[in-house]
């Protein structure tokens, strides 16, 4: 039988949404084609991921535990994914986009001959070969596109999917890894930075993103105290990231992350192609914006033309008090 | 004395307009640029061997037209180039450019191949770690800063939770985001010292090596589904504060 794998990927212990995601468009695909669904986790104890994932019915959990598996170290996962294929001989290996799968797929592309297809937004599966739909041209547009042959490796952007439980009871395999560390090709020297926010970006189902009108403290204080009231993650423009004003790893947009909340609110952000190509699959868009031409305003759902500084404080009281109510 | 091959892409300007018509994407072919990925790392290789000395060679892999973007590398500051002369009007995949680039790296002596993270066109982001894994170099990717220490590199990435240092041995391949830098705008002098620098010509089809094909197909291209039109509210912040927040609950249920 053939077998599409999803690799899995875990932060904090924390199975990603992202992967879920993935998963369950792959479950879905293999119900229709009559194939077998299987999932692949590393991990230094890839066998706590278990219980977690099996609400999401793999047929199959594949493990892999070391504790390399502890940070993203690229020659390691190289191999170990390398060795995985090997095994189980997978006619598809889907991952969701993140920097850690940006980091490999070409590299295992390349390695096995065969094709990849990145950042796709939508997927199907036939006896020959994947395709589906990507975002092109900073996001302006959609490509559809096509690789026959296996394994082909697909990756696929954050809120394409739904996560769904579905029944069945997975088997869990155990797979062999062992890595000489003479083997590591590069060293991670240090972590400099690691976010501190405990709302995951791309997984929020509430964004608040602020752009360069947040000038100073002030704004930034406002930024975090609606974050709060609406339990919502922070993202910023590549203005602010550029600035240090917020942390790299929360620029949305092209360069930065894909987000695809329930809710989005930019804040002081023009609405440049390159930040929209990361948020535009947002449900609904809210846009602070003192100028009523900024570009945002031609795809928020809800346009406020106004000072942040003067909208935002009545704002907040306003959800609090419709949240106490 | 360190020596950097820098690859360069043109791409389309995600600026022009754009047509769809018949799956086609009608766009002016005129309207072509440096990838800015690729103009980031060109600068960060200039801003290091300015530094400790060494020399930046420029190769892109594209039709005749695309020397242009070459041209462009050389203003910067690349001491040389190398165009690798593709057919005109091909739909190329990633897999082929790093297939052709690996055939052309492999007799070449050099301490850091330097990438674009992705073409800003496409955002595949794929031929850096495929050049990397056929001509079996370590690599890195996603740098937001470079910093050279007795010829190994120290590469500052940007991963999905944070950032993290790298150490990259010589000789490596490394990809660059636009976060680490404002390229050059090539100065006159630049532009006419660009014309005296040295440019191999080499044709693609001279290249050989297995691997050098597309994997993938490119069926057409389709609009975006549309979003329903919004609505923008002008007038008192704190009325428009209230307004606003009320419809979110009412409305959207997103209270
Ligand atoms: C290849 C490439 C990739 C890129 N990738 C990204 C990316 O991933 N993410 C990203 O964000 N950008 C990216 N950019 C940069 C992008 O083009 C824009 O420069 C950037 O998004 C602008 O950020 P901004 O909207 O915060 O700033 P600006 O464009 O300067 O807009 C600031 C806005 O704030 C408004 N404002 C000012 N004061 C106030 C106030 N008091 N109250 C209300 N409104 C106010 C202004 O009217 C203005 O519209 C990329 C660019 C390139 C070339
Ligand atoms: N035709 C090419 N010529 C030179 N470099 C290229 C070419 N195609 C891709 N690259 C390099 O590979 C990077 C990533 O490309 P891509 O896989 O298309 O996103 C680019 O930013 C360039 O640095």
Known sequence: MSTLLTYIAVHDGKIKRSSL??????N???AELGWESVALVLQPDATKAIEGLKPYGPAKIYTMSHPHFHQHLTTPLLRAIGHAVKEIQPRVVAFASTEGSKDLLGALSAAHGSAALPDMSE???????????RPVMAAKILSSVRA??????VSVRSGSYNPEEREGEAAVQELSFSFNDADLRTTLREIVTATSDK????????????????KDEEGRALI????DVLQAGVGASRALTEAGIYDPSLQIGQTGKVVSPQLYIGVGISGAIQHVAGMSNSKVIVAINKDPDAPIFEIADYGIVGDLYKVLPPFIDEIRRIKSA | MIHFYVCLKQVPDVYAPLQIKDGELIQDSGRMVLNAYDASALEEALVLTEKHGGKVTAVLAGPEKAKETLRKGLAMGADEGVHIVTEEGSAYDSLYYAGLLAAFFRDKEYHFISCGKQSQDTDAGLTGSMLAQLLELPYATN???LTLEDNRLLVKRQGDHGQEMIELPSPGLVTCSNDMNEPRIPSLKGIMQSKKKPVETIQASSLTGDGIRSVTTLLGYEEKPKREPGQKFEGDPEELAITIAGLLDSKENLM
């Open chain 1, 148 to 153: 026959d042959g296996s394994p082909v490796f």
């Open chain 1, 123 to 133: 997927f199907s599966i036939d006896t020959e070969g994947v395709s589906g739909k």
């Open chain 2, 143 to 145: 740098a937001v800063g």
């Open chain 1, 21 to 26: 995601e993935v998963l369950s468009r792959c």
């Open chain 1, 199 to 214: 709302i995951d970006l791309s997984e929020a189902e509430t964004v608040i993103a602020a752009g360069r009108g947040v």
């Open chain 1, 28 to 30: 879905e695909l293999a």
């Open chain 1, 224 to 227: 975090r105290e609606l974050a």
